[in-house]
């Protein structure tokens, strides 16, 4: 449903473009984490690179913040190893229910068995 009243519309000034494309393209830095750290929408830092690429914005050499190279970089490993986590919880659980199942289903087999076995 669309929303009635005026729009929030952003505007950025060059030098703030050109730094988010250099953040951009640090190695081992992507673009959805760059857009989430400067809250924009990813796809409009990508409009910003091509304008850079194709000479649109033209910012004297941005400085690029320490910090903030190092925390992007450091969010970027978190994102990895809280991945790697889940897959392993998700295998965990897979084992337990697997352990759990076995055990009822043997446990199960060894009570109607069980009235048998019985000698005389």
């Known amino acids: 449903m669309a929303r009635s ?63 903030t190279v190092a925390e992007l970089r450091r969010r970027r490993g978190l994102e990895r190893r809280y991945k790697v986590l889940k897959e392993e919880h998700e295998l965990l659980k897979k084992a337990i229910r697997f352990a759990s199942d076995r055990r009822r289903k043997s446990s199960s087999s060894s009570r109607q068995t069980g009235g048998s076995t019985k000698s005389r």
């Open 5 to 67: 009243g005026p729009r929030k519309v952003s505007r950025y000034g060059d030098p703030f473009k050109a730094t988010a494309v250099k953040l951009s393209s640090l190695p081992g830095v992507q673009i959805k984490d760059v857009a989430a750290a400067l809250d924009i929408h990813p796809f409009m830092l990508s409009l910003w690179r091509k304008q850079v690429r194709d000479g649109v914005i033209v910012a004297k050499s941005a400085r690029l913040d320490v910090q």
